[in-house]
């Protein structure tokens, strides 16, 4: 049974940046999608971005935060990274790591199998 756990957010300033970390384990990550999703106060959940299965790789961001954020694996570790630059208030949510066998991640994540806790992000002066 594959297990996420979440770790790197916190309080930061706007223009600010932090690295989000998802640590797989109990399985490989390597033939998962993985995506990050995040979770305003009375919003929907959203994808920010989607990572493809080791050997694709390809990977897909929501609008508002391309050229800012970036996703990346690091596969000897077994962890999917999001690193998140130029921080903005409205980037304040609970951010969620998630696993599916589909080749993409749906904009609510309805089609992942595994997620994690979440870690919460701040972003405040």
């Known amino acids: 049974q594959l297990q996420l756990v979440e770790s790197g957010g916190g309080l930061v300033q706007p223009g600010g940046s932090l690295r989000l970390s998802c640590a797989a384990s109990g399985s490989t990550l390597d033939y998962y999608t993985i995506g990050w999703f995040r979770q305003a106060p009375g919003k929907e959940r959203e994808v920010v971005s989607c990572i493809g299965s080791s050997g694709d790789d390809s990977a897909n961001y929501a609008d508002g935060v391309k050229g800012r954020f970036t996703i990346s694996r690091e596969n000897a570790k077994n962890t999917v990274y999001l690193q998140m630059n130029n921080l903005k208030p409205e980037d304040t949510a609970v951010y969620y790591c998630?696993?599916?066998?589909?080749?993409?991640?749906?904009?609510?994540?309805?089609?992942?199998?595994?997620w994690g806790e979440g870690t919460l992000v701040t972003v405040s002066s």
């Open positions: 998630a696993a599916g066998v589909y080749y993409y991640c749906s904009g609510r994540g309805d089609n992942m199998d595994y």
